[in-house]
């Protein structure tokens, strides 16, 4: 069904604007006019449902049409609110649509509710939209249309999105700082090297006496960065062009995770966000009727890391031959003990849903202590080495100065 964007005039005559859809711009008149409202201007927006489009075979990515998970959470939330108030599902999409910002969430909601006026059910509509929806999404509605527990399932899926989208922002605001001083710092520097060091080191051109090795040092880096600059800016983007081409390939994304994995200070950290959302995500699919084995294929997805992916498909295998969890996840060695432990006292007690919940928890809480404890110590870090390199650079200025003034007397 076509989405029209419109301005009309409320009964007390304001400016309203917002997002409707009708099968054409008179129903979408009708429809305003039913409501009271007085359409001013009606303008069918363009299908914002593809979130890519190909120019010559290239798929380049469109970010203005891309939906963000924030508008999912709350569409998710007050749709759960709704179909728990009695509302059927259609009637709840439609009490939805016009309060959807988003233009392109905006014709995915609309569509998605025709779909279902077709005959299809949620989670085979929402499967039309997987840049939208997850598959972890898809799969917990569908088990919460079979059970007639759609509104729990969807309240469920909130908290899940809010909890994966809480940490993030956790972790970017932690990041922040260090990111912001680690970009101003490289570019003083480089603007020290390009236009400060060469004009005060010229001074030095004329003495016929030998300079000091740092000073030395100093004016051939600033000639290497005056000179060459265009060759250090092509080299760098190539190389990101490269190692990102790399990490795209199977073998690249193994060598990658298992690199960042071995790491003494990233690994522990991105293992026990891995570790993290594998546990959620697989405590929320048991808990709403998914079976094990369809449950472990979708968890291995979300972990965001191939070994730890290969481990949880390794251990599906053995699941499927009537083994256990907790074992079956010990054999590739890649999850930390406490997962193990955790695991299997939570299928001793026929609790492992709950057990799962509480090791995300957990590894959350101990991800997000690291994070803070990592970035307090890496602020005065990169000061110290900022420190040092400026204080090595004005060194190597003084001393000929230094020199000369020994020599005047």
């Known amino acids: 069904m076509p989405v029209f964007e419109y301005v009309a005039l409320d009964p007390k005559g304001k400016n309203r604007s917002g997002i409707i859809d009708a099968d054409s711009a008179v129903a979408a008149r009708q429809k305003l006019r039913a409501a009271r409202n007085y359409p001013v201007s009606i303008k069918e927006v363009e299908d914002a449902a593809p979130t890519r489009k190909a120019v010559r075979g290239i798929s380049i990515p469109g970010p203005f049409k891309r939906v963000r998970q924030r508008d999912v959470t709350m569409m998710t939330r007050q749709?759960?609110?709704?179909?728990?108030?009695?509302?059927?599902?259609?009637?709840?999409?439609?009490?939805?649509?016009?309060?959807?910002?988003?233009?392109?969430?905006?014709?995915?909601?609309?569509?998605?509710?025709?779909?279902?006026?077709?005959?299809?059910?949620?989670?085979?509509?929402?499967?039309?939209?997987?840049?939208?929806?997850?598959?972890?999404?898809?799969?917990?509605?569908?088990?919460?249309?079979?059970?007639?527990?759609?509104?729990?399932?969807?309240?469920?899926?909130?908290?899940?999105?809010?909890?994966?989208?809480?940490?993030?922002?956790?972790?970017?605001?932690?990041m922040a700082y260090p990111a912001l001083?680690?970009?101003?710092?490289?570019?003083?520097?480089?603007?020290?090297?390009?236009?400060?060091?060469?004009?005060?080191?010229?001074?030095?051109?004329?003495?016929?006496?030998?300079?000091?090795?740092?000073?030395?040092?100093?004016?051939?880096?600033?000639?290497?960065?005056?000179?060459?600059?265009?060759?250090?800016?092509?080299?760098?983007?190539?190389?990101?062009?490269?190692?990102?081409?790399?990490?795209?390939?199977?073998?690249?994304?193994?060598?990658?995770?298992?690199?960042?994995?071995?790491?003494?200070?990233?690994?522990?950290?991105?293992?026990?966000?891995?570790?993290?959302?594998?546990?959620?995500?697989?405590?929320?699919?048991?808990?709403?009727?998914?079976?094990?084995?369809?449950?472990?294929?979708?968890?291995?997805?979300?972990?965001?890391?191939?070994?730890?992916?290969?481990?949880?498909?390794?251990?599906?295998?053995e699941v499927g031959q009537g083994q256990g969890l907790a074992p079956a996840l010990a054999v590739r060695n890649v999850f930390p003990d406490l997962t193990i432990q955790m695991i299997q006292v939570g299928e001793q007690s026929a609790e492992l849903e709950s057990m799962l919940k509480k090791m995300a928890d957990v590894f959350e809480n101990e991800a997000e202590s690291s994070i803070m404890s990592m970035t307090s110590l890496l602020a005065p870090i990169l000061i110290l080495i900022m420190g040092v390199i400026v204080g090595f650079i004005v060194l190597s200025i003084c001393l000929p100065i230094f020199e000369m003034s020994t020599l005047v007397r």
């Open 79 to 174: 749709l759960a609110t709704l179909v728990g108030a009695g509302f059927p599902l259609v009637s709840a999409l439609d009490a939805l649509l016009p309060q959807i910002k988003s233009i392109a969430f905006n014709k995915v909601l609309a569509q998605i509710k025709d779909s279902i006026l077709e005959g299809k059910s949620f989670a085979g509509a929402l499967s039309m939209y997987p840049d939208t929806f997850s598959a972890l999404y898809k799969n917990m509605v569908n088990a919460g249309e079979a059970s007639g527990t759609l509104e729990i399932v969807l309240e469920q899926l909130a908290d899940i999105i809010e909890k994966q989208q809480d940490l993030q922002n956790r972790i970017r605001s932690a």
């Open 181 to 317: 001083m680690t970009v101003l710092g490289s570019i003083m520097l480089v603007l020290l090297l390009v236009y400060v060091v060469p004009t005060i080191t010229g001074i030095f051109s004329d003495m016929n006496q030998v300079l000091p090795a740092p000073t030395q040092f100093l004016i051939a880096v600033s000639s290497l960065f005056k000179s060459y600059w265009w060759v250090l800016l092509v080299a760098v983007v190539g190389f990101l062009l490269a190692f990102r081409q790399f990490r795209k390939t199977v073998k690249g994304r193994i060598f990658i995770d298992k690199l960042l994995l071995k790491s003494p200070a990233a690994g522990p950290l991105l293992k026990k966000l891995a570790v993290a959302r594998f546990a959620r995500t697989l405590g929320s699919l048991l808990a709403n009727g998914v079976t094990m084995i369809q449950a472990l294929d979708i968890a291995k997805n979300i972990a965001g890391n191939m070994l730890i992916s290969e481990a949880v498909d390794t251990a599906a295998r």
